[in-house]
């Protein structure tokens, strides 16, 4: 459903008296490319305003990414293997080694533009355009890798096994990795249904490399705030400390309604979003209003 047809939709139900909860919770919508599920106002409660001065916006935005790479370019990573009687084996990652779709946060910047309607729409036309003054942006922040660099020692155990170790631990851990924050991924065509947060994990070679997955994949496998990841013989924790690394799709947060504005004594949260030009990275992101 486009933001015009869902527009359309919802003012329908506003203007039929007495009935808006009824057509809120039994309208049916569709997900698409992280466009809002009407069924996620089941548990949303409106309160509409008897003179709003906008029921709907849809603002224009542009997509700022901060790269992982532009803000540590020197960081890098050591793995280092103690065999039984043995010297230690040292496997160093070279600086510059984090990958280019990695960011440290988003910024979505309005560009001051976009159309609005109120719940006469129907009668007087679609689409009324809007121009605000307004500076309205948000920031979406990533957890990002510890300190300046991350040293990783594995022990090799008389049973076959290993034990891992690293600064922010206490002691060794046997067969227990540690997950790295990596920022989160920025997709190419801005579905934001794939911008979640990164996980990295260490390999040794011939040389240090860094395999990095979503947060998704380490929760499919078991992962929480108060559990590790289970895959192959291995469990897997998270290292480090920064924003909540089992935040929703930046698609969710959108339709979650975790973006706010107020404009002209008027509070709005965010419904859905369209991409306008992925190559440019701008898109539009509506709002319903709440008080």
Known sequence: MSIEQYIRESIKCFLEDGQVENN??????????GFLDMESYKSFELGIPKNPKHQFMVL??????????????????LYSVVG???????????????PSFCVSKIQLRCLGKGYYQDVNALETGFGESLEITEDINFTIPFSIPPGGGFDLRVEAQPNGSAAYSCDMWEGSRLQEKPLIPFGGYLDPILDFAKVVPMLGTLRGG???????????FWVSRGLSNTAPALEGDHRYSVVGEGEDIFKSSL?????????????QGHDYESREYSVLDPFNRRIQMSF???D
């Open 206 to 216: 011939a040389q240090t490399n860094v395999g990095i997955k979503s947060v998704n």
């Open 84 to 98: 039984l009687g043995r010297h230690p084996t040292l496997f160093s990652a070279v600086p510059g080694s984090i």
């Open 24 to 33: 809120l919770q039994n309208t049916e919508g569709n997900t698409q490319n």
């Open 288 to 290: 319903i209003a709440v």
């Open 60 to 77: 224009d935005f542009e997509v700022h990414p901060l790269f992982l790479k532009d803000i540590m370019p020197d960081y890098s990573f």
């Open 251 to 263: 698609a969710q947060q959108i339709q979650q309604g975790v973006f706010k504005i107020s404009l």
